[in-house]
C-alpha cells in the first residue's frame, strides 16, 4: 500500500515498507538458518529510501505518458500494480545497499526484483513509456471512471445510488438467484 514519505509529507511512496521487509527476512531466514533482519540490521530509514528511489525511478518512466496524473496527490490514486512494482525495486535497492549483511543477490531475485521492470527490450515499464502498455487506472477520463475502473469486478450489497432505497440491491438478488439454480 502506497504511503507518504516520511521525510517529505507532499511525496506519496509507492510500495509498502512491511512487504520489503518481510521479503527480506523470507530470504534471510533461509540463508542464515532462521535468523530476521530487525531494524538494526536492516533500518526502517534504507527501506524508506529505497521506496523513495523505486518511486522515483518509476515516475521517470511514467511522467512522460501522464504528465497530467503524475506524481500522485494521495495514497488512494496509486495504482496497485505501481504498487507492487515499488515494493520489489525497493527490494533490490535495500539488497544491493546492505549486500555485507544480506549477501549477493541471486541472479533470478535480480531479475523479479528489477529486470523485469526496466530492462530495455521486455521492461514492463520501458512498455509503459513507450505506450505498448496502458494503465488502465490511469486512461480513465475522469475519478469516477478511474474508480470504478479499480472496483471492477466488486458488486455493491446495497443500492447505494438511490438515497431514500437502502436496501439490498435487486440486481444483486436476481444474481445470487441465478447461481443457487
Known amino acids: ?3 507518504v514519505n516520511p521525510n517529505d509529507s507532499t511525496e506519496i511512496l509507492y510500495g509498502s515498507s512491511g512487504d520489503v521487509r518481510n521479503e527480506i527476512n523470507s530470504h534471510v531466514a533461509v540463508s542464515t538458518a532462521g535468523h530476521y ?5 536492516i533500518p526502517g530509514s534504507l527501506i524508506i529510501a529505497s521506496l523513495r528511489k523505486a518511486t522515483r525511478m518509476i515516475n521517470g518512466f511514467l511522467e512522460p505518458v501522464y504528465a497530467d496524473q503524475i506524481p500522485f496527490g494521495t495514497t488512494a490514486d496509486v495504482p496497485k500494480l505501481l504498487d507492487e512494482i515499488g515494493s520489489d525495486m525497493a527490494m533490490y535497492y ?3 545497499s546492505a549486500s555485507v549483511l544480506l549477501g549477493k ?3 533470478e531475485k535480480k ?3 528489477y529486470d523485469q ?4 527490450e521486455t521492461g514492463i515499464l520501458v512498455r509503459i513509456a513507450d505506450k505498448k502498455v496502458q494503465l488502465s487506472e490511469l ?3 475522469s475519478p469516477q471512471e478511474a474508480k470504478s475502473i479499480r472496483e471492477s469486478g466488486r458488486h455493491p450489497v446495497f443500492d447505494v445510488n438511490d438515497i ?10 436476481e444474481d445470487i438467484e441465478r447461481e443457487r439454480e
Do not use: G, H, I, S
Open 37 to 41: 533482519a530487525d531494524e538494526n540490521e
Open 117 to 120: 521492470y526496466v530492462d530495455a
Open 139 to 141: 486512461t480513465a477520463v
Open 164 to 173: 431514500k432505497n437502502q436496501d439490498v440491491d435487486y440486481k444483486l438478488l
Open 94 to 96: 535495500v539488497f544491493r
Open 105 to 107: 543477490l541471486p541472479d
Open 1 to 3: 500500500m502506497a504511503l
Open 111 to 113: 531479475e523479479a526484483y
